[in-house]
């Protein structure tokens, strides 16, 4: 009996019978026994990069937000303007605290006049729930149902050419002029393996390519999971477990709740200012970033890239004569081939080029801060939010 089979507390997604079925290695995530690696890392991070790749992240938290009171609420709660999102759309933004640390980061998705869909990270999700509940001056209409949904995300160049074969969507309903960007659309397949399903389908992701996350009730995830995996084979699709999620988001320097942006930490420290919309009416943690930004922050998010021997860990501090910052996340990333790495650094230590050494187990290693994001995929489809 393994470890984890001994451990009871563990959720597991609708999915998990079709990981088994791919003899995938599972690892212990956030309260949830999810798939680490199928293949390989570095196959299944290249096959993101080149062809595309399948994930389950039906892990992920989703709240429903709706009725008269739900714009009010959300943009008072949220740091981005939710005014502005129109119906079919969707808006990368973040639950703030009191003080301007980060509750959790999320994608609202505006599926009607007055429905919002809030997608939220899974080890947050009863966490989020509450923050909202406890903040609803507004008394809006709020429902967790996260554990109704299956949801996969479809992500790399041909990740639409998949996806529309597989649904059988021969028109233009997806392409990237069509569905840009941070779009999100219903559709329900006629015949097929998946006939009658409702689908809710955004162009979004967390790797850096071109894809989709789809959302479904449960009953139907695992036959959209094994339909995509069928499909998709002749594509060179390969299902990716966390462990190449991580590299891929890393790459694209996407943050991740827990390592870049926390609770303890202010969101303008996190390198996510963009998101925070202070020409719009109060919201929460708004004064406390105004305060911030005033005085000035002592550190900020940068990007580095070890130059000497070795990999730069979360957790690692860096040096510059004295402690001047530490390490969020690093690794050497299979596209890049490169050990890099995010870091909060002295504000003074932060322009790219500075050479810093970081102190890995006792050792000094010469790192240098550097542009990010590390890689950028070289087509850009429709616009963002």
Not at 67 to 89: C, D, H, M, W
Not at 135 to 164: M, T, W, Y
Request: aromatic residues 8%; hydrophobic residues 40%; charged residues 20%.
């Amino acid at each position: 009996m393994s470890l984890l089979s001994e451990i009871p507390t563990l959720s597991r997604t609708p999915l998990y019978p079709c990981h088994q079925e791919l003899h995938a290695k599972f690892t212990s995530f956030g309260g949830w026994e999810m798939p680490v690696q199928y293949s390989g890392v570095t196959e299944e991070h290249l096959a993101v990069r080149n062809e595309v790749g399948l994930f389950d992240v039906s892990h992920m938290g989703e709240i429903i937000v709706d009725g008269p009171k739900a714009l009010a609420f959300l943009q008072r709660v949220t740091s981005n303007n939710v005014e502005v999102l129109k119906i079919g759309r969707a808006q990368y933004s973040l639950l703030l605290n009191t003080t301007g640390g980060v509750v959790d980061d999320i994608i609202i998705y505006r599926l009607a006049p007055e429905s919002y869909l809030l997608c939220v990270n899974a080890s947050n999700t009863n966490k989020d729930y509450l923050w909202l509940s406890n903040h609803n001056d507004e008394n809006a209409k709020i429902e967790n149902r996260s554990n109704e949904f299956s949801q996969v995300a479809i992500q790399g160049p041909r990740a639409e050419e998949v996806l529309c074969n597989a649904l059988g969507v021969h028109d233009n309903l997806l392409s990237a002029t069509n569905l840009t960007s941070f779009s999100v659309t219903e559709y329900v397949p006629s015949g097929g393996r998946l006939n009658g399903v409702k689908l809710v389908i955004a162009r979004t992701g967390y790797t850096g390519e071109d894809g989709f996350e789809i959302f479904c009730l449960n009953h139907a995830g695992p036959m959209l999971w094994r339909l995509l995996i069928d499909v998709g084979k002749p594509y060179g699709l390969k299902p990716v477990g966390l462990a190449a999620r991580d590299t891929l988001r890393l790459e694209a320097c996407y943050p991740l709740h827990g390592h870049e942006l926390r609770d303890d930490v202010s969101a303008l420290q996190s390198g996510v200012g963009k998101y925070i919309k202070f020409d719009k009416p109060a919201f929460i943690g708004k004064d406390a970033l105004l305060r911030l930004k005033e005085g000035g922050i002592s550190r900020k998010l940068v990007g580095v890239e070890v130059t000497g021997r070795g990999i730069v860990r979360e957790g690692v501090s860096l040096f510059s004569g004295k402690e001047v910052g530490v390490v969020t996340s690093g690794t050497k990333t299979p596209s890049i081939s490169k050990p890099v790495g995010l870091a909060f650094v002295d504000v003074d230590r932060c322009e790219v080029g500075t050479e810093l050494e970081a102190d890995i187990r006792g050792k000094r290693v010469s790192v240098v801060v550097c542009k990010i994001p590390f890689y950028v995929r070289a087509k850009k489809y429709g616009s963002t939010s």
